[in-house]
C-alpha cells in the first residue's frame, strides 16, 4: 500500500532528498503530496521544487499563533489526503491542531537516542558529555518535546578523536537510510502503538 506523505521542515531538507531518492528508486512505497516549511529561505523548499513536489510556507505572522499555525498546516494536509506527516528537521513543536488531525500520523526524527539528550542541540549535547555510544531515534509526536512512541532506534558507536562535525555526519548518514526505511514500515502497515503507549513493530 502506498501512503501520501505531508513533510515539515525548516532547514537544508537532506532527510527530505533521502525520501524523494528512495521513493524514485522504488525501494519506498510512499507520494509526498506537500512540503511545508516553517522558513521562507530553507534550502528544503529548493530540493521540494526541483523534485516537482507542491511547497507552502507560513509567515512569521501566523506562527505568532503557534495554535492557528498548526490548524492552517492540518487543513492543507488534510485537503492534500495525506497519511502521515513526517517532520523532518522541522524546528517547532506541534500542537493540539495537527496531533489530533493526524493521531499517531505524525512521525519525528531525533538525532539521539532518547529518551536521552531531547532538545535542538542533542549531537553536540551528547558529544559534550562524551557518550561512547549515541545514534538516532524516529518516534510519533506528541504534545512534549522529543516524546512520544519510539518506532525504531540504530546506535552509533562514537569512535575516538571524531569532531561534532563528524560525530554529525555518521548521524546524517544513518538518519538517511534509518528515516525512509521506517516510512516503509509504516507503509507496510507494520507499526502499531499498544495502550500503554509502546509501539509494535510487526
Not at 532528498?17 to 507520494?31: F, K, M, P, V
Not at 497519511?83 to 489530533?100: C, F, K, Q, T, W
Not at 505524525?106 to 558529544?127: R, T, W
Not at 518535546?145 to 548518514?173: K, M
Request: proline content about 4%.
Amino acid at each position: 500500500m502506498s501512503i501520501k506523505l505531508g513533510v515539515l521542515l525548516s532547514g537544508s531538507g537532506t532527510n527530505l532528498q533521502a525520501i524523494i531518492d528512495r521513493i524514485a528508486e522504488g525501494t519506498l512505497d510512499a507520494s509526498i503530496e506537500l512540503v511545508v516549511s516553517s522558513r521562507p529561505s530553507a534550502y528544503g523548499l529548493k530540493r521540494a521544487e526541483e523534485a516537482g513536489l507542491q511547497t507552502m510556507t507560513l509567515s512569521k505572522e501566523i506562527y505568532a499563533d503557534p495554535m492557528l499555525a498548526d490548524e492552517v498546516i492540518a487543513t492543507e494536509l488534510k485537503m492534500h489526503g495525506v497519511d502521515y506527516v513526517i517532520m523532518a528537521g522541522y524546528m517547532r513543536m506541534v500542537h493540539e491542531p495537527l496531533l489530533a488531525a493526524f493521531p499517531n500520523r505524525v512521525v519525528n526524527l531525533h538525532p539521539a537516542l532518547l529518551p536521552s539528550f531531547k532538545g535542538a542541540h542533542a549531537i553536540q549535547d551528547a558529544y559534550d558529555y562524551g557518550v561512547k555510544v549515541t545514534g538516532v531515534t524516529v518516534h510519533f509526536a506528541d504534545d512534549k518535546y522529543d516524546c512520544g512512541p519510539i518506532i525504531a532506534q540504530q546506535a552509533l558507536a562514537v569512535e575516538e578523536g571524531w569532531t561534532v562535525d563528524e560525530l554529525e555526519e555518521h548521524i546524517h548518514a544513518i538518519e538517511h537510510v534509518l528515516y525512509p526505511d521506517t516510512i516503509q514500515l509504516l507503509s507496510e502497515g507494520r507499526v502499531h502503538v499498544r495502550d500503554n503507549g509502546t509501539v509494535e513493530v510487526l
